[in-house]
C-alpha cells in the first residue's frame, strides 16, 4: 500500500520566507510526527499529533514554527521568517497505535535549504 | 527511554551475515526493543521491534538476551543495499507521544 509521502521533496528559499511543509501520513494512521535532521545530525523530535490534536509542542524550535493537522489526515509544518538554521530534511511519520506496538513508518523527507 | 550503547561502525562481507549488538542495560520490564535504518538520503525504515522472545520477518531477526540487557540484530545475507545507519531504540510501545529517539547507530557497511 501507500506509504507516507511528503512535498515538496526539495525546498529552496531565501532567508526570511515563510514555508510550508506537507505531510501525508499512511491511510487510517491516528499518529503523525515531524522530525528534523541537520547535515551528519541525528534525528530531533519536533511535534507530534494524535488526531488532530497535538500534546506536546515542547519540541518546536521557536515561534517561527507551527504545525497543524486536519481531517485527522495531512499536516503541515510551516516555518515563518526562515534562517539559515532552519536547513535540515524535515521527516514526518505516522503510526497505527494498535495493540501493543506502536512502530513508526517514515516518508522520504523535505530537505530544505535556507540561502 | 533507556539508553542504548551501538558500535560506531562495522563491516561485513556481501552474502555473508552481519550481527549488530546493542546494549540497553537499563530498560525496565514495558520497554520493547526497536531497530530502524536509515540508507543515505532516505527517512528511517522500520526493520524489527520485540520485548523478550526472539523475533524474525523477512528482514532480520532480533535475539534478545535472557535478562534482556542486551540484543542482537541480524541480516542473514547482507546485500550492499543493506549499507546504511542501523539505530537500536527501548521504548515504551502502546504510547502516542513516545517520540522516536535515535542515538549514534551503528554505520554498516556491506562490501563486494
Known amino acids: 500500500g501507500a506509504g507516507v509521502s511528503q512535498s515538496p521533496s526539495n525546498k529552496v528559499t531565501e532567508k526570511g520566507k515563510d514555508v510550508e511543509l506537507r505531510c501525508d501520513p499512511i491511510s487510517g494512521h491516528t499518529a503523525l510526527y515531524w522530525y528534523r535532521q541537520s547535515l551528519g545530525q541525528g534525528l530531533e523530535f519536533l511535534i507530534y499529533?494524535?488526531?488532530?490534536?497535538?500534546?506536546?509542542k515542547s519540541g518546536l524550535p521557536s515561534d517561527r514554527f507551527s504545525a497543524e493537522r486536519t481531517g485527522g489526515s495531512v499536516s503541515t509544518l510551516t516555518i515563518q521568517r526562515t534562517q539559515q538554521e532552519d536547513s535540515a530534511v524535515y521527516l514526518c511519520?505516522?503510526?497505527?497505535?494498535?495493540?501493543?506496538?506502536?512502530?513508526?513508518?517514515f516518508g522520504p523527507g523535505t530537505r530544505l535549504t535556507v540561502t | 527511554d533507556a539508553k542504548t550503547t551501538q558500535p560506531p561502525s562495522m563491516d561485513c562481507a556481501e552474502g555473508r551475515a552481519a550481527n549488530l549488538p546493542c546494549n540497553h542495560s537499563?530498560?525496565?520490564?514495558?520497554?520493547?526493543v526497536y531497530w530502524y535504518r536509515q540508507i543515505h538520503s532516505q527517512g528511517p525504515q522500520y526493520i524489527i521491534h520485540?520485548?523478550?522472545n526472539n523475533e524474525t520477518n523477512e528482514m532480520a531477526s532480533l535475539i534478545i538476551t535472557e535478562d534482556r540487557k542486551s540484543s542482537t540484530l541480524i541480516l542473514p545475507h547482507a546485500t550492499l543495499r543493506d549499507t546504511a545507519v542501523y539505530y537500536c531504540?527501548?521504548?515504551?510501545?502502546?504510547?502516542?507521544?513516545?517520540?522516536?529517539?535515535f542515538g549514534g547507530g551503528t554505520r554498516l557497511m556491506v562490501k563486494p
Open positions: 537499563t530498560i525496565s520490564g514495558n520497554e520493547y
Open positions: 499529533f494524535q488526531g488532530n490534536s497535538a500534546p506536546d
Open positions: 511519520a505516522s503510526s497505527q497505535l494498535t495493540g501493543s506496538t506502536n512502530e513508526q513508518y
Open positions: 531504540i527501548v521504548r515504551v510501545a502502546n504510547n502516542a507521544g513516545n517520540m522516536l529517539t
Open positions: 520485540g520485548l523478550k
